[in-house]
C-alpha cells in the first residue's frame, strides 16, 4: 500500500482529503504537512516548507513517501495583491515535486488546476478542454504553465502526475481564502450568522462549481484509474454545476425573507467575467467515469444541514 503526502492538508481540499483518505488508509502510512506549526487533525502532520526541495525530499525519504497529493498555492484574487510571491509558490512548490517524480523518489502526484487557466478569449458556455487560453491573473497564468510542465514531465520523463481544472469548490469544513468563487461559502456564513450579505460579484455572474465531496471523490477517482486510460497528460477540465449569486440569495431568502444581498461589485468581477459560465468534462467523463452526485440543488441543502442552519 503507498504511503501518502498531503501538502498544504490545513486549507480547503487538504482538510476534506485527509478524512477521506484516512478511510482506506492506515493511519501510519497518511502524512499530512503544510507551512503552519500544527495541524487541525490529529493525524501524522509534518511542518514542511513546499518552497523548500530539501525539506520536501528529506521528509519524502524519511517516511518513505511515494505518493503526493500536492494542494498549497495561492488563490486568484489574493494572488493579484501578491504577484510575485504568488508566481513563486504555485511554480517553485510545483517543480520540487515534480523533479522528485522526475527522480523516482515520488511514484505518483495529484496538483489541481483550475478554471482560472481560461480567459477572455475562451469559449465562455460549455467550455472545452481544448479552447484558446489567456488567463489574466498570476494565479491562472500560473496554473496554466503549472498543467503544461506537468504534461511536459509526464511525456519527457514518465512521471505520473494528475490534474483537474476545478472550479469554485463549496465546502462546509475549511473555508477556501482569496478566491474569487469564495462568495459562494461566505453567503452561507453570513445567513448562518444573521446578517445580511455584500456579495462581490454581480448577482448574475454565473460561474461552474462543484460541492466538496464530489471534489475529494474525482481526485481519489482520477488516482486510482489506470494511467493507460488517461489521454489527457496535462489537467482534465471537471464541473459539477453552473450558478449566479441570486440563484443562492433566492435560495437562502426562501428560508429565511429578512435575509437580504447587495451586490457591490469590485475587482474580482473582471476575474469572474473572464471565466467560464459552464464546463464541458467529457474528457473525465469518458476516461475515468466522472459523474457529480450533487447539483446546485442538493448542494444548497446538504450546505444548509452540514453548517447546521436553522
Ligand atoms: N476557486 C478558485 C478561485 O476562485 C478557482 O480555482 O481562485
Redesign the pocket.
Known amino acids: 500500500m503507498s504511503r501518502v503526502l498531503i501538502v498544504g492538508s490545513e486549507g480547503q481540499i487538504g482538510s476534506q482529503l485527509s478524512v477521506e483518505l484516512s478511510k482506506t488508509i492506515d493511519f501510519d502510512k497518511l502524512f499530512l504537512s503544510d507551512i503552519k506549526d500544527k495541524s487541525k487533525t490529529d493525524f501524522k502532520y509534518l511542518k514542511v516548507d513546499a518552497l523548500s526541495y530539501d525539506d520536501l525530499k528529506k521528509n519524502i525519504l524519511d517516511n518513505d513517501i511515494s505518493e503526493v497529493y500536492h494542494l498549497a498555492a495561492i488563490?486568484?484574487?489574493k494572488g493579484e495583491k501578491v504577484p510575485k510571491k504568488t508566481w513563486n509558490l504555485n511554480m517553485n512548490s510545483l517543480f520540487n515535486i515534480l523533479n522528485l517524480a522526475k527522480e523516482k523518489i515520488i511514484k505518483k502526484v495529484f496538483w489541481p488546476s483550475?478554471?482560472?487557466v481560461f480567459g477572455d478569449s475562451s469559449s465562455k458556455n460549455e467550455t472545452p478542454q481544448f479552447t484558446d487560453k489567456e488567463p489574466i491573473t498570476v494565479?491562472g497564468i500560473s496554473k496554466l504553465a503549472g498543467e503544461n510542465w506537468c504534461k511536459y514531465y509526464n511525456e519527457a520523463y514518465d512521471t505520473d502526475v494528475r490534474s483537474l481544472r476545478?472550479?469554485?469548490?463549496i465546502s462546509y469544513d475549511t473555508p477556501?481564502g482569496?478566491?474569487?468563487?469564495?462568495y459562494a461559502v461566505d453567503i452561507f456564513h453570513s445567513f448562518k450568522s444573521g446578517k445580511n450579505y455584500n456579495c462581490f460579484l454581480n448577482e448574475d455572474t454565473t460561474l461552474p462549481m462543484i460541492y466538496i465531496d464530489d471534489a475529494i471523490n474525482a481526485i481519489i477517482k482520477l488516482m486510482k484509474t489506470s494511467k493507460d486510460n488517461l489521454r489527457i497528460k496535462s489537467s482534465y477540465n471537471i464541473s459539477g454545476f453552473s450558478m449566479s449569486p441570486k440563484m443562492i440569495a433566492d435560495e437562502l431568502k426562501n428560508l429565511n425573507k429578512e435575509f437580504d444581498v447587495e451586490y457591490n461589485s469590485d475587482f474580482r468581477q473582471a476575474i469572474a467575467d473572464s471565466w467560464p459560465n459552464s464546463i464541458m468534462d467529457n474528457y473525465a467523463r469518458e476516461d475515468w467515469d466522472w459523474k457529480e452526485n450533487f447539483d446546485f440543488k442538493k448542494t444548497v441543502n446538504e450546505m444548509i444541514h452540514k453548517l447546521n442552519i436553522k
Open positions: 488563490l486568484s484574487a483550475s478554471i482560472a494565479y476545478f472550479p469554485g469548490v477556501p482569496g478566491g474569487t468563487t469564495d
